[in-house]
């Protein structure tokens, strides 16, 4: 189904206007858990390639 633009803009608009926005708070508290879950990950996938890779020194030598 085709639309003009200005339809589709006004559309848009009101789909937007039912939006809940998040606080600035979740936001915040969102974000650290992002930031931590990404660091712990990080770390883990760090650890087991560094584990991996000397135990393959280890078998090739």
Do not use: C, H, Q
Not at 6 to 25: A, G, M, Q, S
Not at 39 to 60: A, H, Q, S
Request: glycine share 4%.
């Amino acid at each position: 189904m085709a639309t003009t633009p200005v339809i589709f803009l006004k559309e848009t608009r009101d789909e937007l206007k039912k939006v809940v926005w998040p606080t600035r708070d979740e936001v915040i508290r969102l974000t650290s858990v992002v930031i931590v879950v990404s660091l712990i990950v990080g770390i883990y996938l760090g650890g087991l390639d560094y584990i991996l890779t000397n135990l393959l020194t280890l078998i090739i030598k």
